[in-house]
């Protein structure tokens, strides 16, 4: 099995590579510009130990921007020696995605591409708003798919399950397996309905696929500030969220008017909590998680429910359920 140290990188690809750039700017990250990027229609973006690639190089990325629209096209894996990782992947059975004699790539979920990379080193400098690494990637798939996922990351990365979630609504459902190794974390959901909320995202992305994207900071507070001074929307979380939080984890510690303000959530318990709050969509359904982890290992599972709830509200107001 191979040791996966970290995430190395995420490409997304759309038809107008133009509708990233804003957006990835106000998340606090730094286009790197080289004449080589341009010249070949793809750019980076840096931030702390964060990398994204915005591409739309050629047949594959011209191909999966027209099935999903703006999407995660591909995401890497930091290994050691990715030559002979990619070889031991294909050994263990995964699908070659891209062969050839400069890239390792198995196929991933929905059909994206999964790369094996060697380390990339981000220039220290792009401190952004203080987002400092890729804490974990969301994926959505079909109803009986979860088990299939699973096993994948399992077989050819050893990674464990760690968490399992089963959420059921007023009206809707999902089940989810968190993957990880101790490094990263891949939490996998499914549907349990045909109009829940995993099932909605389904069909606007025409596919499975990365539900949303989690990024580690030390000073949530700060970077949330920043963020939202840059213009960067979050879901709502209504009072009552805040009036229970002191009963639900007694002597948490954090400033309640803060949080509050900033529309934090918090999960765990004294001296061992999670800190978080999701943005809008803002990659066609894909959207965004702000997290601080002080020595909580979890996904905010005392806050699931709560959101899934919301979702479920919203899904009602605009007559999906």
């Known amino acids: 099995m191979i040791d996966v140290k970290g995430f190395s990188f995420i490409e997304f690809t759309s038809k107008d590579l133009n509708i990233f750039h804003n957006l990835f700017v106000n998340l ?35 191909y999966f921007a027209k099935l999903h629209g ?9 290994v050691d020696k990715s030559r002979e990782a990619y070889k031991e992947a294909l050994s263990l ?38 987002l400092q690494y890729i804490d974990h990637l969301t994926h959505n798939v079909n109803i009986g798919q979860m088990d299939k996922w ?6 050819i990365f050893g990674f464990k399950q760690i968490r399992f979630f089963d959420i059921k609504g007023e009206k809707t459902g999902l089940v989810s397996k968190a993957m990880g190794n101790g490094k990263i974390a891949i939490p996998i959901n ?6 829940s909320q995993i099932q909605e995202y389904l069909n606007e992305y ?14 949530i507070y700060e970077t949330v500030k920043q963020l939202r001074a840059n213009g960067i929307e979050f879901l709502d979380v209504p009072d009552t969220y805040y009036k229970m939080l002191e009963e639900r984890i007694p002597d948490h510690g954090e400033d309640l008017d803060q949080l509050k303000e900033n ?9 061992n909590l999670l800190l978080q709050l999701f943005t809008k969509t803002y990659v066609g359904p894909i959207f965004f998680e702000i997290i601080q982890r002080k020595g909580n290992k979890g996904f905010g599972e005392g806050n699931f429910q709560a959101l899934f709830d919301s979702i479920e509200r919203d899904q009602m107001k605009r007559g999906v359920l």
């Open 206 to 219: 025409n596919g499975e696929g990365v539900q949303h994207i989690a990024l580690h900071t030390d000073n």
């Open 190 to 195: 499914e549907p349990t309905e045909e109009k």
């Open 263 to 271: 529309k934090i959530l918090v999960d765990g318990k004294k001296g």
């Open 150 to 155: 699973a096993d994948f990351y399992s077989r």
């Open 28 to 62: 606090g990250f730094t286009r790197i510009d080289d004449p080589c990027c341009v010249y070949q229609r793809f750019y980076i973006y840096e931030q702390g130990n964060i990398r994204f690639i915005t591409s739309s190089l050629g047949g594959f990325e011209q």
């Open 70 to 78: 703006p999407s995660v096209s591909s995401f890497g894996f930091t």
């Open 93 to 130: 059975g995964a699908e070659d995605a891209m062969p050839d004699i400069y890239h390792c790539a198995i196929r991933g979920v929905g059909g994206s591409k999964l790369y094996l990379t060697d380390k990339i080193e981000n220039n220290p400098d792009n401190i952004g708003v203080g």
